[in-house]
């Protein structure tokens, strides 16, 4: 008869965690990663980086989190986990679930380690063989946004993410001068730049007529719209579009209020797809639960992690939404490695971003996961099968970068 435990391999001794450390690097932008190690010298890592804030989330596990896991079992993940949530008086907040998610991830990394299993196993093992991405494709108009469609078709993508140009406006959001990615975090200091309402609307239902008839209805076309729209403006926007049948328009209006959600599904059948900059099951439960959104987007690594994201995921299948994860250059390879094996494993799989990270981040990040026919594969190593040179990561030292921020042309202050 076999045996079936659910501790994990190794005694609690061997499983006992005795060192953890923060490593900064920057190649091409900057990451923080985690890594814990046991006493039986397995190690795993977990992704900590928050885009422009990212030494506040070091600190914050430099000296209020890493000398709580000395002497913890690194198999007692879901008790670490409450410890680090539960235990502190103030809860959530991107800073705060970031720190949880690098720890979260690290001990998942390492379970799977200790029972030389791939994390999708320990999740419950595949519900597919592939998963679908979408790339970034954006022109700075309408014609070099639909011959960009067209690369990323060439490349095998399936699904694509249009962005193009307003006219009048210098930096529109997402359009970018890198070939398969968008870096917004430039500067040490937040760019200025200027947003126009009324230009947008105009030119994205003019954007998805051209895209349609250049490249058919067989590719799956995304659009974002960054927060930048009052809820009347994005019913506007989402029903225009409706003729060009998108797979999602994403954030369509800040997420603050559920009822601006309400009032777009009244106008438009639209899909919706919100919750990158989300923290907790609590951003999400009334959009979730209203049926108010198709896609959440949470992202392990501002979720709190793969046991809080799991639970997320759990809640939007009641409610027949699926899995969207953001997956931006701004998530470091551990996070993208960690996001496929869960997209592998999740029933309620929808799309996973996929954003190309640069040669120097693939060599301090090696990885196991593979792109091919319009889609990712997750490796079959222990753990989430991503790696960190740290020799390689010590070549590139932190640069301070700041998102940008949005005025209108007459100054106010506005969604970025």
Known sequence: MVNISSEPQGSSREREIVAARVIVTSPGRNFVTLRIETRSGVWGLGDATLNGRELAVAAYLEQHVIANLIGRDAGRIEDTWQFLYRGAYWRRGPVTMTAIAAVDVALWDILGKMAGLPLYRLLGGRSRERVLVYGHASGRDIEGASAEVGRFIAEGYRAVRAQCGVPGLA??????????????????????????????????????????????????????????????????????????????????????????????????????????????????????????????????????????????????????ARTGFHGATDLSPVTLGAALHFDTWVPNFGIQEYMRHSDETDAVFPHDYTFRDGCLHCGESPGHGVGLDEQLAARFPYKPRQLPIARLPDGTMWDW
């Not at 760019?191 to 067989?218: C, K, N």
């Not at 009347?232 to 209006?253: N, S």
């Not at 990158?276 to 439960?285: L, T």
């Open 171 to 320: 930096k529109p959001y997402g359009v970018s001068r890198m070939k398969n990615a968008y870096e917004p975090a430039e500067s040490e200091l937040p760019l200025e730049t200027v947003w126009s309402t009324p230009g947008y609307l105009e030119i994205v239902p003019r954007l998805f007529e051209r895209l349609r008839a250049d490249h058919g209805r067989e590719v799956e076309l995304l659009h974002d719209a960054h927060h930048r729209l009052t809820p009347i403006e994005a019913a506007r926007l989402a029903r225009d579009l409706e003729p060009y049948r998108l797979f999602w328009l994403e954030d369509a209006t800040p997420a603050e209020n559920p009822d601006g959600f309400e009032l777009i599904r009244r106008h438009s059948v639209t899909p919706l797809a919100v919750g990158e900059v989300f923290n907790s099951i609590f951003d999400c439960r009334a959009l979730l639960e209203r049926q108010l959104i198709d896609y959440i987007r949470t992202t392990i690594v501002h979720g709190g992690g793969i046991t809080h994201v799991r639970r997320i995921a759990d809640l939007a299948a009641l409610h027949r």
